[in-house]
């Protein structure tokens, strides 16, 4: 399969990566001109335009950071649906808002294109190691045909249900992990305020109940203060718009949703949108200030 892949950022210049090691040919746009340089570096293609990238893939993935940047991509002029071939596979992988991904489906459909929302959860950590877990929405027989590319991209792929269930339980996922992240920010700042070694009380709750991928994998930034960006508190703002868009259109009461989408909103605006989302531990600082 023949791969065209646009967008190169933080989580998709990795998982791109992941895929030339796997021997897939792959041709990529981006903006950035350093990126597509680093990428040919590394045996990929790249090019100068959507319509070069797409003209002659079998299969199409974006990785981009919004609906915004996705639908100009995708549907826009020069974009992916006007430039690709028939029966081409387009995969979006970017954390979109559920109706978003079921226009792609639709609009795709219309121009042949066989279309999956499959939008990833692992952070810059899981991309770079191949070890996303990956939540798909569409058709069986478009899943199966990308399942080999998505075992190459992650270590848990599944099938949630029709287009835009993938976007659904990507909503869900980015809601348990934000609670997640204010809940260990919070604990790490009652531990220290409170006299207790922090690192050592981090490990024994990883090794109870309590543990979880969240505070395995943003203990080091807790306690470091090591903010650098793998996923950004302004993307996290972005992904709580989601879950509280979708909530109300469903008809479903999430109280604790909309607590935490006001503490992540609350550290974006207090500065701190760039960097990572563990980052909330400046907001509870912040809070917490004598």
């Known amino acids: 399969m023949h791969i065209a892949w646009i967008g190169l950022g ?3 210049s990795p998982m791109a990566h992941n895929l030339l090691k796997a021997n897939y040919p792959l041709t990529a746009h981006t903006l950035e001109q350093h ?4 990428l040919a570096a590394h045996g990929g293609i790249p090019a100068p335009s959507i319509a070069e990238a ?10 981009l950071p919004a609906d915004t940047e996705v639908t100009k991509v995708a549907l826009g002029r020069d974009g992916i649906l006007e430039h690709a071939r028939p029966d081409a596979l387009f995969i979006d992988m970017s954390t979109v808002t559920p109706s978003t991904a079921v226009t792609l489906a639709r609009e795709g459909a219309e121009r042949a294109l066989r279309v999956l929302d499959a939008p990833v959860s692992g952070g810059e950590a899981g991309a770079v190691e191949g070890t996303l877990s990956i939540m798909v929405g569409g058709e069986r027989a478009d899943f199966e045909a990308a399942r080999p590319l998505f075992e190459v991209l992650g270590s848990t792929a599944a099938l949630c249900g029709p287009h835009g269930a993938g976007q659904t339980v990507k ?5 348990i992990v934000a609670a997640t992240l204010q809940a260990c920010a919070e604990a790490v ?3 220290e305020r409170s006299g207790v070694e922090p690192a050592t009380a981090l490990d024994v709750l990883n090794g109870g109940l309590a543990g979880s991928a969240v505070l395995d994998r943003k203990k080091h930034a807790f306690l470091t203060r090591d903010f650098t960006p ?5 993307l996290h703002h ?3 718009g989601i879950v509280t868009a979708a909530a109300r259109e469903a008809g479903v009461a999430l109280p604790l949703c909309g607590l935490v989408a006001q503490l992540v909103a609350a550290v974006r605006a207090q500065g701190d949108g760039g960097l990572d989302h ?11 200030a004598a």
């Open 10 to 12: 933080i989580m998709g």
């Open 35 to 38: 990126k597509l340089d680093h």
């Open 54 to 63: 797409v003209r002659d893939a079998d299969v199409i993935i974006t990785m």
């Open 171 to 175: 909503a869900a996922n980015q809601l």
């Open 189 to 191: 700042v009652f531990l």
């Open 230 to 234: 793998g996923f950004r508190i302004d």
């Open 238 to 240: 972005k992904d709580m």
């Open 278 to 288: 563990a980052a909330l531990l400046r907001g509870v600082e912040r809070m917490s």
